[in-house]
């Protein structure tokens, strides 16, 4: 059950990379900047995991999907809520088929499947975060205003509140910019959604760049949450900033508590 990404972390599923992220056939199209290093990025990849272990989250470790270097990104291609999950729809064509392979991986979990993004929406988790009763919703290159209109019905029946606001072409998705930190609390970069977008919330602001990435790139995010006496994690992912990811981007939630 995932009512807010506000509340405790306790059961996530991750896809440590295996073959396909390193596929260089298949690089370029799968949108991915930069090849990475194998090793490296493993130890990274374990590293993350052993982070949340740590702190009491349950982690599940799919294999990957073969023929997708974004298989990795987990994040993307599901919701999960408080009665089950939804199956989004992928705005990057090559990924495709990523969705019906989670979502069998989250019903093998008891992850019921209550409702999907169709044609022509679509919708990436990257572009979502639940706060408390209220559903932020990016409109980006990835997630289209169908999509948000088909998730937003589903979203309200559950009672949430959804806002929506258009991604600055600064960032992939809304997650590049905006983070829910705990509840009614959100850390946010300045500027990069109207100020009445998170009415309602406690806002920390941080300077330009990618919210959500690694120790090295977010140290004002880091030091700004300090100063709020939160115990802040860093940690080096630079092998998944190869392929435009962070974190955030590498976690699936499926389960918070308090």
Not at 10 to 36: C, G
Not at 62 to 79: I, K, M, Q, Y
Not at 80 to 88: D, F, K, V
Not at 143 to 152: D, P
Request: net charge negative.
């Amino acid at each position: 059950m995932l009512r807010s990404e506000g509340d405790r972390l306790k059961r996530v599923v991750v896809s440590t990379p295996q073959h396909a992220y390193f596929d260089v056939a298949t690089h370029e199209a799968a949108n991915i900047p930069r090849l990475a290093d194998p090793a490296a990025t493993r130890r990274q990849h374990d590293r993350l995991k052993d982070t949340m272990i740590s702190l009491g989250a349950e982690v599940v470790d799919v294999p990957e999907l073969a023929g997708h270097p974004n298989s990795v990104f987990t994040r993307d291609v599901a919701l999960c809520t408080p009665i089950g999950h939804i199956r989004l729809r992928m705005g990057l064509e090559v990924r495709r088929g990523e969705e019906a392979w989670m979502s069998r991986e989250l019903e093998a979990m008891g992850e019921p499947r209550i409702g999907e993004i169709t044609l022509p929406g679509t919708v990436e988790g990257g572009d979502v975060i639940l706060a408390d009763d209220v559903a932020f919703v990016g409109l980006s290159g990835r997630t289209n205003r169908e999509g948000a209109r088909q998730l937003s019905s589903l979203l309200s029946k559950m009672g949430y509140r959804v806002r929506i606001t258009v991604v600055g072409q600064d960032y992939l998705h809304l997650g590049g910019a905006l983070s829910m930190i705990g509840p009614g609390m959100v850390v946010c970069c300045r500027g990069a959604v109207p100020s009445d977008y998170l009415a309602g919330f406690e806002v920390t602001e941080v300077g330009d760049g990618q919210l959500i990435a690694n120790s090295a790139e977010n140290a004002r995010a880091m030091e700004a949450l300090d100063r709020k006496g939160m115990t802040v994690h860093g940690l080096d992912l630079s092998e998944f900033r190869k392929g435009g990811g962070g974190p955030t981007c590498l976690i699936l939630p499926v389960t918070r508590g308090s």
